[in-house]
Nanobody, 115 residues
Framework: QVPLVESGGGLVQAGGSLRLSCAAS????????MGWYRQAPGKQREWVAT???????DYAGSVKGRFTISRDNAKNTVYLQMNSLKPEDTGVYYC?????????WGQGTQVTVSS
């Protein structure tokens, strides 16, 4: 398993920015990719962004151009820089780590964007 701890959520006005962090520990050598997902109230969890072991990134269409996923290998940490936030970005954001034996999830961090 790879324990994941998210931080950096909070309340921000529309148009503002937040940076989420996800610190990984344990069997980090087995991680193939890390990602961010979010879940709004009453909705299913949706994929937001991914960064692979090789550094390739990909984004959901709704956040492309506004969000940036990055990583600091020395700190075993993945970040999600969120700019130009919209009220529809509100939700609980979860970090994920994909391994050959399955996917690990963090506990989630709340992001609320007020209009």
């Amino acid at each position: 398993q790879v324990p994941l701890v998210e931080s950096g959520g909070g309340l921000v006005q529309a148009g503002g920015s937040l940076r989420l962090s996800c610190a990984a520990s344990g069997s980090i050598f087995s991680i193939r990719a890390m990602g961010w997902y979010r879940q709004a109230p009453g909705k299913q969890r949706e994929w937001v962004a991914t960064i692979t072991r090789g550094g390739t990134t990909d984004y959901a269409g709704s956040v492309k151009g506004r969000f940036t996923i990055s990583r600091d290998n020395a700190k075993n940490t993945v970040y999600l820089q969120m700019n130009s936030l919209k009220p529809e970005d509100t939700g609980v954001y979860y970090c994920s780590a994909d391994r050959p034996l399955g996917t690990d999830w963090g506990q989630g961090t709340q992001v609320t964007v007020s209009s």
